[in-house]
């Protein structure tokens, strides 16, 4: 009895956490552990700031603002398997729009890892047109690469901290979309790789009149380790399975809870016979 009673307790306690308590207490890999997107409402981003476009000429992010609302994703174009989730998330999502990115918005996408070069970026920006397959799409959606400084000062700017894995070559980075006031202003953000269209539009409309959006819960999707060869994933899964090794034990603890106060009963029952 002794020993129910400890394990009860010991479930219940863990049941009780919640699911950032748990990840903390197992530990983030230490990649992951700066890896985070801070909603920097409102934050002009600079503007001034130079990459390379797909041809490879000399662009500034100024070039893209002025007139209309731009979608940004931080994105890295050898990424193996959630910044594709992320460009095709908003691919889909664009097409369920009556608007059309180079008329109503833009599209941005910028990689965050300055080994990307216009060839890269090209290539990324040549499926997703296709993908997307409206008319004058070339003109709309440009696909950036650039400098380490460069990236950092975008990066910074809307709160999007990343790190880089020397072992794996590999970036640990979060997944959400931006959506940038025609001033070049954080408005919206977007976590996870699928982006109703209905709120993607309400934010469109919103910031192509300045409009400053509220903070949204973040729900982070971690894209790290993944190897192509075996098709394992690794700390992505291992946050999923903690996560799920959380709700086991919240259902355990339930359990034994009613088994617990059943034992109690029907010990009250036999002293009462006995009596």
Known sequence: MKTRVLAFFFLAFTASLSAQDFLN??????????????QRLNIQIPLETQFRDESGRTVALSDYFGRKPVILALVYYQCPMLCTQILNGLTGSLKALSFDAGNEFEVLAVSFDPKDTPETAAAKKANYVRRYGRKGAENGWHFLSGEERSIRSLTEAVGFHYAYDPATQQYAHASAIMI??????????FYGVEYAPRDVKLGLMEASQNKIGSPVDQAMLYCYQYDPTTGKYGPVVMNIVRLSGAATLLVL???????????????????????
């Open 180 to 189: 940038l006031t025609p001033q070049g202003k954080t408005s919206r953000y």
């Open 25 to 38: 207490m197992t530990g983030k890999p230490p990649a992951l552990r700066k890896v985070r997107i801070e």
């Open 253 to 275: 603890g339930t359990a034994l809870i009613i088994f617990w106060r059943r034992e109690l009963a029907r010990n009250k029952a036999r002293v009462t016979v006995t009596s």
